[in-house]
Every structure is written in structure tokens, then in C-alpha cells.
């Protein structure tokens, strides 16, 4: 039986496993599978605690326990498959469920403070996004600034060896394609 005091230290395992395994980012099948069912089988206990709440209160709580499901679930797929479209799911998917929270709990309010709640909610979801396409953009100009730089540099350790014949010319050739990943 999953408690609420076993929530915080599955989402740590998690955690942890996801940070652990971010170099390989894989893990078995049968572990994933069984993760799966246990990130299930805890949230559905919390959406289920949530029943003790009423009104908005419940929303929000409801609201809350969606969100987290859907990014411990993001975060097991990109354990997983360790693709790159996985992980911008799985960060998409955090600050969608921060939004999501952030407006539900804005019903609380009416007329023009509820407006401002659900601007202000908006606007942190638009200026997350935001930053996370930019530093995707920046990841994506980085690599290409460092593969232009090994080509250049591969392109001159060749010519290098260009002086070089034989053997000695196949393991000058050999050593600069290693040492710059061509």
C-alpha cells in the first residue's frame, strides 16, 4: 500500500536514478514497467487524498497530483529511451503542470484579481518556455561552433601529415581522425 510518506522518497529513487543514469540514460525495460506502475498506483493515492478537500482546494490538490504524475511519468520515458525528444517532453511537461496549478488556484479569486492571477500564471508558463527554446537554441549553436572547430582542426593535423608517407602517413592520418572525431 502506497502512502503519502512513500511519495516524496519514490519521486527521490527517481530522481536520483534519472540523474545517476543521465550519462547512459537507459534502464531495463522490466524496471521501467514496474516503475511505471508504481508512479501510477502513488499519484492515483493522491489524487485519492484529495477527496478529503473541498471547493477550489480539491481542484488545485487534483490539479497538483496530475502534474506530478505526468512529469514522473516524462522523466521514467526519458530514463527509458534516453531520447532528446523525451527529455524536452519531460521538461515541457514541468512547467506545463506548474501552469496548470498556477491557474486552478487562481479560481479562488474573482473580477480583476482573478484576471491578474491568470495573466501572471501565463506569462511565468510563456517566459519558461521561452527560456527553455532559447537554451535549446543555445545548446544547438555551442555544438555547431564545436564541430566546426574539429573539422578546422582535423582539416589542419591532415594537412600536417600530408608530409609524411607510408605508414607513418596512415598513423598520422589515423591519430587526427581519432583525436578529432571524424
Same mark, same amino acid.
Given at each position: 500500500?502506497?502512502?503519502?510518506?512513500?511519495?516524496?522518497?519514490?519521486?527521490? @529513487?527517481?530522481?536520483?536514478?534519472?540523474?545517476?543514469?543521465?550519462?547512459?540514460?537507459?534502464?531495463?525495460?522490466? $524496471?521501467?514497467?514496474?516503475?511505471?506502475? &508504481? $508512479?501510477?498506483?502513488?499519484?492515483? =493515492?493522491? #489524487?485519492?487524498?484529495?477527496?478529503? %478537500?473541498?471547493?477550489?482546494?480539491?481542484? $488545485?490538490?487534483?490539479? #497538483?497530483?496530475?502534474?506530478?504524475?505526468? $512529469?514522473? !511519468? @516524462?522523466? !521514467? &520515458?526519458?530514463?527509458?529511451?534516453?531520447?532528446?525528444?523525451?527529455?524536452?517532453?519531460? !521538461? &515541457?511537461? #514541468?512547467?506545463?503542470?506548474?501552469?496548470?496549478?498556477?491557474? &486552478?488556484?487562481?479560481?479562488?479569486?474573482?473580477?480583476?484579481?482573478?484576471?491578474?492571477?491568470?495573466?501572471? /500564471?501565463? *506569462? *511565468?508558463?510563456?517566459? *519558461?518556455? =521561452?527560456?527553455?527554446?532559447?537554451?535549446?537554441?543555445?545548446?544547438? *549553436?555551442?555544438?555547431?561552433?564545436?564541430?566546426?572547430?574539429?573539422?578546422?582542426?582535423?582539416? /589542419? @593535423?591532415?594537412?600536417?601529415?600530408?608530409? %609524411?608517407?607510408?605508414? /607513418?602517413?596512415?598513423?598520422?592520418? @589515423?591519430?587526427?581522425?581519432?583525436?578529432?572525431?571524424?
Amino acid at each position: 500500500m502506497t502512502t503519502r510518506f512513500q511519495a516524496p522518497r519514490l519521486l527521490c @529513487a527517481l530522481l536520483f536514478a534519472g540523474l545517476a543514469g543521465a550519462a547512459s540514460a537507459n534502464i531495463s525495460k522490466p $524496471v521501467y514497467n514496474t516503475a511505471k506502475d &508504481e $508512479v501510477k498506483a502513488m499519484f492515483k =493515492a493522491e #489524487r485519492d487524498s484529495c477527496d478529503t %478537500l473541498s471547493g477550489n482546494a480539491k481542484d $488545485v490538490c487534483v490539479e #497538483r497530483a496530475k502534474g506530478q504524475e505526468k $512529469v514522473a !511519468l @516524462a522523466h !521514467l &520515458e526519458y530514463q527509458y529511451t534516453g531520447k532528446e525528444k523525451d527529455r524536452n517532453d519531460y !521538461l &515541457e511537461a #514541468r512547467f506545463d503542470a506548474k501552469y496548470k496549478v498556477a491557474k &486552478e488556484a487562481c479560481d479562488d479569486k474573482s473580477g480583476n484579481a482573478k484576471d491578474v492571477c491568470v495573466a501572471d /500564471a501565463k *506569462a *511565468a508558463h510563456d517566459k *519558461a518556455k =521561452a527560456d527553455w527554446k532559447a537554451h535549446k537554441k543555445i545548446v544547438e *549553436a555551442q555544438n555547431d561552433q564545436m564541430e566546426a572547430k574539429l573539422k578546422a582542426d582535423y582539416k /589542419a @593535423a591532415n594537412e600536417r601529415c600530408d608530409v %609524411l608517407s607510408g605508414d /607513418a602517413k596512415d598513423s598520422c592520418q @589515423a591519430s587526427a581522425k581519432a583525436r578529432y572525431f571524424q
